[in-house]
Every structure is written in C-alpha cells, then in structure tokens.
C-alpha cells in the first residue's frame, strides 16, 4: 500500500526523536496558553486586532515598502531588492565581496534557510557561521531545522553533548548549563574575528525605518556589536505601517513563541553607527526579499503572508507533534509550513501538495495564531488548488462518483441497502484502498444502512 | 421548568441525519429524533437527504463536493432550522460550504442554508434555551469536544446538558484540546499520523476511567472506536443524543414531569 511521505516519516519516527518533538512542543503550548490568558483578558480580541494590522500592512505593500526605503536611506540603511532566492544570495555575496569580507557570522534568520544563503555563500569561499545556539547545533551536524524558533526540539542533550565532542566544541556534559557554556566560548572569539554580521528581522516599520530583531541569547547583538557591517536578510511582508504598532504585535510574539512577555533581547535598529556613537556597524544594508511572496498575495492563501513566525502553531499541533518538524521536508514545518511550503518553495506546488492535506483540519493552528491566520481554510484552498491542477493523492479516494451518487436520493437509498454486503465480506480484503487503509488500525461498526429511515417510518405510522 | 415548556409551541426543524448515522449509527439519529420531539419540535426528515459533502470538500474535489451540497440546498428548502446531530456536518454548512462557493452564483441560498444550520447540543441550548437536562444518567462520562466545534457554542452547551443530568459525572482528561486523529479523508490518506493521535487520545481518557466516552460527533467515535476495539480494548462509546434519551427513559418521578 502506499502511503503519502510525510505519513511514511511519521511512522518511521524514533522513539527518543518523537518523545523530545512531543514533550518540548506540548509545554510550549501550555505555558503560552497560561501566560497569554493570565495576562490578558481577552487575548483573542488581540490575536484579531494584529491579524488585522498585520493583513493592512501586507495588502498595503505597494506604499509601505518605498515608505520603508525612503525612511532607510535617510537612516543612512543601503537598501537592496531581491525579487528571488538566487538574487538575494548574489545580493548579499555583493556585499561581502565589496568589502573583501570572508567570514560572516549569523543570527538565526529562517528566510536565510529559506533561499539556501549558508550553502551558497560557503561555494562562494565565504564562511558563514550560525550563532543561535540551536542553529549552531544544527550546523555543526549538517542536520535541518525540525522547528521554527526552536530549530533542535526533535534533538535531546545526550545527543547535543555527544556532538559536541565530535565536533570539538568541548568534553561531553549532559548538562544544558555546560553545553551552552561550550558553544559561549567557540563562538565568543567567532564574533571577534567576524568580517561581516547577518540578522533577519521579525519586523520593519513603514513610518521610520526601524528594524526590529528578538532573540533570547544575545547572538544578534554580538553579530552587530563586533562586526563593521550589519545586513539584514527580511522578506517583503514583515513591513507593520507604524512603531506604536509594535507594542501589540510584541507582546503575543514573545507570549506565542517562547511564553515570554518580552523576549530577552529586543532590538531596534535604525541605522548604522552614527559618527558620535562609540562603535557599531559602520554600514547597514537591508535586503528585502520576494521570493514568491508577491505572488502569494495576489492569490486566494494571502493571509499566510500575516505570520510573525512565533511557531506557536507547530506546538499545538497533533500532526506536528506526531511526525516532528522534518516530515514536512522544508525549512517551515508545521501547518504554517504545510501552507507555504506549496506556495514558496522552489521545486513547485506539486512537490509539496501532500503536506496541506496531512492535517486533521482540527482548527487548533487557528484557535492559537497570534494573528489569526484561518490556516485550516488555507490548507483546503491548496487541496482545491491541487485537486484543480490534477496532483494525484495516494490513499484519498475520488469523488466524482460519489457526489453523484449523493445528489440522486433514489440511487443513495439503494447504496445504503447495498451496503450490507460490507458485514459479511472481510473489509480489509475488499479492493478498496480507503477501507483497507481504515481497517489496518481500526475496526468498522456494523452496516446499518437504512434502518433509521425504517425505525422513523415506523414511529410515524405509530397512532 | 421542563425544558418542553421553554420550547414555544410546536417548532418546526428538519433533521440532517447524516451520513454516517444512515449507514452505520441509525440509533443516534433516533436518539436525535426523540430528545428534539421531547423538546417539543416537529421534526421532519426530508427523506431526499445525502451526505452534507464534507468528504469532498476536504479531500479537494471542490466541484463534486457542491454538487451535493447543492443537493442539500434543494433538500432542506425553507427557512426552518435544520439541526444535525454534529458538529462537524453542521460546520460544512455554515463554514465549508461558504468557502467552496466563493464566486458562485447560488452562494446566496449556500448562505441561507448555512445560516439556519445548528449542531443539536447547540440547538438544544442556545436554540431553545434549555439549560438544563432532566432524568437520570449514571456515569462517569469522558466528554470529547470535536475539533468542528472549536469557536463555536456547541462544545460548551454539550458539556452544560450533560453536566446537569443528576447521576452524570463528567471527568476530565488530558490534552483536551487536542484531535482524535479522524478528519475524515486523513484517517485513510494518513493512517499512521491518524492512528497515532487517536492511541494517545485513547490513554488519556482510560487514564479517567470513564464508563463512557462521549461525543457530539460520531466521527470521532467511530475513530476512537474502532481503534480501541482493534487494540483488543473496547470502550463504550455513545453521542450526546443517546445519552440525553436515556436519561429521560432513567428519569425518576421528579424528573420528566417535575423539576429539572
């Protein structure tokens, strides 16, 4: 029988691998439910109202994002625009070549996973090294992110440990203390010797050009306090209109990502090291990337382009918690993956057209988006999507027979008599694929085909 | 107040059965037959009805799926309300059926259809105003909430009835919130995802110990189910429809006729 991949992954899953992706997105979800309603009254008016700011800012694109320049190069920010993956690789190259930096040092930007940057730039004689502690990690093994903030959930310490030692980051010590004790001190004289520093940006402001940066470790300060030149690698769509905006979408960030009320480090950065200022970068630059982003917003799944990327979703989800973040193969996994993956990712729609149908529609993605983003209605216009363009389902059974034998009631009540049959045949047995896929795991009631529409007639004719 | 007499007069509803008490649960759409004429409604049973199209809209086929719903519109004609006993068929109509006909000429009376469509614990409470269940019920009862209902009044209002009955004891489980793995077309496009959700379901409401797990969706149970007998441990599942009938036939003398 065959089985859609991301289903093949799931069940192939280890048993350490699944514990940790379970145990750590579970928490997660539980303390972000239990801060955001302890500190707020009503924390779904707020997930409305920054759905709402931030579905203006990305329907508003077109002003917001010359606003966004001009105020930039006012700032003294050089601003590049990269309309996809190989243009903002070559964008950022350009950069480092003109200043003949080779060593850059990286704060986690998932976007930069997104277009490929480490790789590229590694074939281009430019070492890149990822300094959040949990990218680092993942570099160090040559291994994928499995989560969006929190890149080795699907890993454990023994395994941390043990790559420490093989990597010579330090002795194997279980203990969490010791390990990031280990990667402080590889990487402290990394920011030293740095040529160049790389941040995403989990905003940009319209109105004064500020780029706003959240981490928990202090990583992207490093990057930005011990190298002279500061780039930010931001899709197109992280525009909000206003700074006062920041205060709402600030707070459910940190609550949603990490169930925090602020992340330990907020940044706000302007501009480069103005000539008064002590140090700093002295030149910042600022790439936006498309990447196939415009032409998310001009389809029917736009609202995806609102997610702050808070990964709240991930942690909630039984279909997240029971396949890990590398089932979905793609830098974004999750639902919020299952959404862009398709839209994004460079291989095309079909190549990634299972992943909207491996979700249950349970709605909980929803229920938890800091802004409010109607993931289930998005992952059924991509099976609209794909059921128009003809990509082929395993295991999902077709239905144009189906729908006409459901809109001719004569014909309905017969399959409801013929049904029968189902109790004296083995269902596993039968050349069904739906059936045998149901009766692997599960019995199936008995047939009772017609015998309410009996009952009720009877209860009728009763006087 | 009996909750009969909440209800004014002889209110008129039509019954979506669904698809699955047609062919598997025919006692549930009875049970759905008897709780809503306790309550005083005259129920009809349009008997041209199907399948709400559910299974299509969710596996992609959106032009097969309206041809049923479309089918629908026509077999639920009026303007009466039209309750079904779940959650999940009475979310195709008022949620899914409005997104599969965005920019469709008939969206309109998709809309109207949608408008008048309720879940029955919904119906029941916040429909007819009962707020609470007469008769007697002894259990332990283990309430799933499905996932159709999130955002909606019908998890609440279920668990409100059931709460009410004298003799019921809901229990709590963990991770409430989380599917039972069904989905519809996901349990067989995904079984080993699907199956895994609905085990660890299954452990967290044995670790309740419950006499009955239940459910205002017979999806769900059917999933829950099916699983646990597969696995050689059978629970006793039962929808909210079943439970409210029975415990009207266990009412004492103070419950049907008197107080609730």
């Not at chain 2, 649960?25 to 037959?33: P, Q």
């Amino acid at each position: 029988m065959r089985f859609q991949p991301i289903d093949r992954a799931a069940a192939r899953l280890g048993a350490a691998e699944r514990a940790s992706v379970r145990g750590g997105a579970k928490s997660g979800h539980e303390k972000r439910t239990s801060l955001l309603f302890g500190d707020f009254g009503d924390p779904d008016a707020l997930r409305r109202l920054a759905g709402g700011i931030r579905q203006h800012a990305v329907e508003n694109l077109d002003s917001y994002l010359p606003a966004a320049e001009a105020r930039m190069e006012a700032n003294g920010v050089r601003v590049h625009w990269a309309p996809t993956a190989a243009d903002a690789c070559a964008a950022v190259l350009g950069i480092l070549r003109a200043r003949g930096a080779t060593r850059l040092v990286k704060a986690k930007t998932m976007l930069s996973e997104e277009i490929g940057l480490g790789e590229f730039l590694g074939r281009h004689g430019i070492e890149s090294l990822e300094t959040d502690l949990g990218e680092f990690i993942v570099q160090l093994d040559g291994d994928h992110p499995s989560h969006i903030i929190k890149p080795i959930l699907h890993k454990n310490r023994a395994q941390i440990a043990a790559s420490f030692e093989r990597h010579g980051v330090g002795p194997y010590d279980e203990d969490p203390e010791a390990i990031t004790r280990a990667a402080r001190r590889f990487l402290r004289h990394k920011y030293m010797a740095a040529d160049a520093g790389l941040t995403g940006a989990n905003f940009v402001v319209a109105e004064s050009g500020r780029v706003v940066i959240v981490t928990n470790e202090g990583n992207s300060r490093f990057c930005l306090a011990a190298t002279r030149c500061h780039i930010v690698l931001v899709g197109i769509e992280k525009i909000v209109p206003r700074d006062r905006d920041l205060a709402l979408l600030l707070n459910l960030l940190a609550r949603s990502a990490t169930a925090q009320q602020l992340t330990v480090y907020t940044e706000f950065v302007s501009g480069p090291k103005a000539a008064a200022q002590p140090d700093g970068p002295e030149e910042m630059h600022v790439v936006f990337v498309d990447n196939g982003r415009t032409e998310v917003l001009a389809g029917d799944c736009r609202e995806i382009l609102r997610c702050i990327r808070c990964g709240a979703c991930l942690n909630v989800c039984p279909v997240y918690r029971q396949a890990g973040g590398h089932a979905y193969r793609s830098v974004y996994p999750g639902p919020i993956g299952a959404v862009l993956s398709p839209l994004l990712l460079g291989e095309g729609f079909a190549g990634k057209a299972d992943l909207p149908k491996a979700s249950s529609l349970c709605g909980a993605c929803h229920e938890v988006c800091p802004v409010d983003i109607p993931i289930p209605d998005l992952l059924l216009r991509l099976r609209a999507r794909a059921g128009r363009e003809g990509v082929p389902s395993p295991g999902v059974p077709p239905f144009g027979a189906w729908s006409i034998l459901a809109s001719r009631p004569a014909a309905w009540r017969a399959a409801l008599a013929a049904g029968k049959l189902l109790d004296h045949l083995p269902a596993g047995l039968l050349p069904i694929p739906a059936l045998r896929a149901w009766e692997g795991t599960r019995t199936l009631p008995r047939w009772r085909g017609g015998e309410f529409r009996k009952w009720l007639k009877r209860r009728r004719r009763r006087p | 107040m009996p909750p009969s007499e909440a209800a004014p007069g002889a209110r008129r509803v039509q019954l979506m059965g669904t698809c699955l008490c047609d062919a598997f649960f025919d006692d549930v759409a009875a049970a759905t037959v008897e709780v809503l004429e306790y309550l005083g409604c005259e129920v009809i049973f349009p008997p041209g009805q199907t399948c709400c199209g559910q299974p299509a809209f969710n596996a992609g086929d959106w032009p097969a799926s309206r041809r049923v719903v479309r089918h629908c519109v026509d077999t639920f004609a009026g303007d009466c309300p039209v309750v079904a006993p779940s959650g999940s068929c009475a979310a195709m109509l008022f949620h899914g059926a409005q997104l599969e006909f965005e920019g469709e000429p008939d969206r309109p009376a998709v809309e109207a259809l949608g408008r008048r469509t309720r879940e029955l614990g919904d119906f029941i409470v916040n429909g007819l105003g009962t707020r609470a269940w007469p008769g007697r019920y002894e259990a332990r009862v283990a309430f799933h909430h499905s996932c159709h209902t999130r955002g909606t009044a019908s998890g609440a209002a279920a668990r409100s009835l059931l709460g009410s009955i004298e003799g019921l004891t809901l229990v709590e489980f963990g991770e409430g919130e989380q599917c039972c793995g069904f989905g519809g077309t996901f349990s067989v496009g995904f079984p080993h995802i699907s199956s895994a959700m609905g085990g660890l379901k299954l452990s967290h409401v044995r670790a309740a110990a419950p006499d009955e797990l239940v459910s205002g969706d017979m999806s769900c149970l059917m999933h829950l189910g099916g699983l646990a007998e597969k696995g050689g441990a059978p629970i006793r599942t039962r929808h909210l429809a079943q439970v409210l009938r029975d415990a009207l036939a266990g009412a004492g003398p103070a419950g049907i006729g008197g107080a609730a």
